[in-house]
């Protein structure tokens, strides 16, 4: 023992060569050793929360972008596994704060795929809002700047003007009885219609001012059902350009990028609640905040990438309950062996669309109805031609098929 070392204590020496974190099959990871050969072990253990692999395991991929796709790969599986009684008793104790807060709880589900906080900082280069249950959500500071943006567009429709920023100034300023935001306020609503009087107030009312918070409440949107995530890539093909080094040239190679994603047609709970006593004129303006909500996500979208489809939601279709089975009153045959009539093949109904965009990578697109102006989207399976690809603003038909999970395009083919 020397004289260095504390008394009573056995020296712990670090095998030569291996460095802090190190494991015998070479990778290092950014964390202590003994949560390392944890996270070794992680086959056997199996952990269950995608969020902690996200955030606390993931290794020191070094820029290559093959162990950084395996890390991602690893929470993508990690969430498969996901306690379901866990997600379950949360989602209980959500519906009853949210109740408590005089709010509705409503389920909307994802048109495409969604990402919440792509943005954030992680070792991965590439982030993910999880909660620390480990299932992704979208937070209730996001909710509601989605409901506020779709309310000022509403207002700035109503007033004819695409300035958002001067109006949204106007409507946040604020202050005590006879301030200059007060006054500033006042001159304005005096000159504006009588609908947009009316519309300005509630909009303070709900989202609140400079000086005021507002009296509706946006609670985190929270999954609704066991959850899949899903491995997208970008791909930009000139990585020394947008690293300043070198014009866009042709002899660059492509990096991708991998991220996360949650899967199309997941159902996520929102919820608005309100301050106070919820009496009659309460109860309009929270069901006009839940409008504006609904509408925003459904027009707007949430999260990142939207200019590219992402992040879009869509109002649940109500499912209509079954019909109970009747007993056969055949001899000879009983209810179980009964041969159900066979429903007569319907021609479908083609429509006129025009394309917004498709991704023949993906595999995926989207189209616009002619007719109606609703929004659909499509998969390759759907295409009648083989490798036809419609491309931007190209017409075509498509007939519609309905199912549990809400409309969807099953057939479409040139216009």
């Known amino acids: 023992m020397t004289a260095s070392e504390p008394r009573g204590k056995p020296s712990r020496q670090r095998p030569p060569g291996r460095p802090a974190g190190a494991l015998r099959d070479g990778m290092r990871y ?3 050793a003994s949560s390392a050969r944890a996270f070794a072990r992680r086959d056997q253990n199996k952990p269950q929360n995608p969020g902690l692999i996200f955030d606390r395991f ?73 909660h620390r249950y480990g299932f992704p959500i979208l937070p209730g500071s996001s909710v509601k700047g989605v409901a506020r943006a779709w309310a000022l567009i509403q207002i700035a429709e109503q007033l004819g003007t ?48 400079t000086a005021a918070a507002g009296q509706a409440v946006f609670f985190d949107a929270i999954p609704a059902d066991k959850l899949t995530l899903e491995l997208d890539v970008m791909n930009p093909h000139y990585p020394q350009y947008y690293t300043g080094d070198q014009f866009p040239t042709d002899w660059q ?27 009659d004129e309460a109860r309009r303006l929270r069901g006009l905040a839940e409008t504006w909500l609904r509408e925003g996500l459904k027009n707007l979208g949430a999260g990142a990438k939207t200019s590219a489809g992402y992040g879009y939601f869509s109002l649940m279709m109500e499912e209509k309950p079954a019909e109970p089975a009747r007993p056969s009153t055949a001899r000879g045959i009983s209810p179980k062996e009964e041969p159900l009539p066979k429903a007569p093949e319907v021609p479908p109904a083609w429509r006129t669309g025009t394309v917004r965009e498709y991704r023949p990578d993906k595999g995926q ?8 102006g609703e929004e659909f989207t ?36 040139k216009a």
Do not use: H, M
Not at 187 to 196: D, M, S
């Open 365 to 372: 697109g989207r189209l616009v109805d002619d007719e109606t």
């Open 162 to 209: 695409c300035e958002l920023k001067g109006l949204d100034q106007v409507l946040s300023a604020d202050g005590d009885e006879g301030s200059k935001e007060r006054k500033q306020y006042e001159a304005w609503r005096t000159q504006q219609p009588e609908a947009v009087q009316g519309l300005a107030e509630d909009f303070r009312t709900v989202f609140g001012t």
């Open 253 to 279: 190679s492509p990096v991708p990028v991998y991220f996360l994603t949650v899967a199309p047609g997941t159902r996520f709970l929102f919820a608005v609640g309100w301050r106070g006593p919820l009496d």
């Open 58 to 130: 993931a290794p020191d991929w070094r820029g290559e972008s093959t162990l950084k796709k395996e890390a991602l790969e690893s929470v993508c599986q990690a969430a498969e596994r996901a306690d379901g009684t866990l997600r379950q008793a949360w989602q209980a104790r959500w519906d009853g704060l949210v109740r408590a807060a005089n709010a509705e709880p409503f389920p909307l589900k994802t048109d495409w795929r969604f990402i919440a906080g792509l943005g954030r900082k992680g070792s991965l280069e590439v982030g993910f809002t999880f």
């Open 30 to 32: 950014p964390i202590p």
């Open 378 to 413: 499509f998969r390759r399976e759907a295409i009648e031609e083989k490798g036809w690809s419609p491309g931007k603003k190209a017409k075509v038909q498509f007939a519609v098929a309905e199912d549990q999970g809400g409309k969807r395009i099953c057939k479409l083919r």
